[in-house]
Nanobody, 126 residues
Framework: QVQLVESGGGLVQAGGSVRLSCVAS?????????????MGWFRQAPGKAREFVTA??????????SYADSVKGRFAISRDNANNTVYLQMNGLKPEDTAVYYC????????????WGQGTQVTVSS
């Protein structure tokens, strides 16, 4: 059994920075290799649908990332495979970034995210 647990959310002033963490953990001795899977971050603002933020994946021996236009140049996704952790570094935060942020993994892989964390709230004050 594998779970994703997000942390690092909270209240931050506009223009500030915060780093979210997503840790994959298991309850058996079976190993989970986070580096093998596409990992993504999504967010859901009050009264709005969940939207894609960023993702990171491996193609051959290289890692690649994509970003929603709204966060390009401000957010950065990274991963620490040895510790089964993916990060979301958020800089230059804006009030419109206020949302619950979710970490997700495509485990099959089939292009669908089938493992989700519980979310962590990020509130940006103006």
């Amino acid at each position: 059994q594998v779970q994703l647990v997000e942390s690092g959310g909270g209240l931050v002033q506009a223009g500030g920075s915060v780093r979210l963490s997503c840790v994959a953990s298991g309850f058996t001795f079976t190993s989970f290799r986070l580096g093998s899977f596409r990992m993504g971050w999504f967010r859901q603002a009050p009264g709005k649908a969940r939207e894609f933020v960023t993702a990171i994946w491996k193609d051959g021996s290289s890692y690649y990332a994509s970003y929603a236009d709204s966060v390009k140049g401000r957010f950065a996704i990274s991963r620490d495979n040895a510790n089964n952790t993916v990060y979301l570094q958020m800089n230059g935060l804006k009030p419109e970034d206020t949302a619950v942020y979710y970490c997700a993994a495509d485990l099959v892989p089939d292009g669908r995210y089938d493992l989700w964390g519980q979310g962590t709230q990020v509130t940006v004050s103006s």
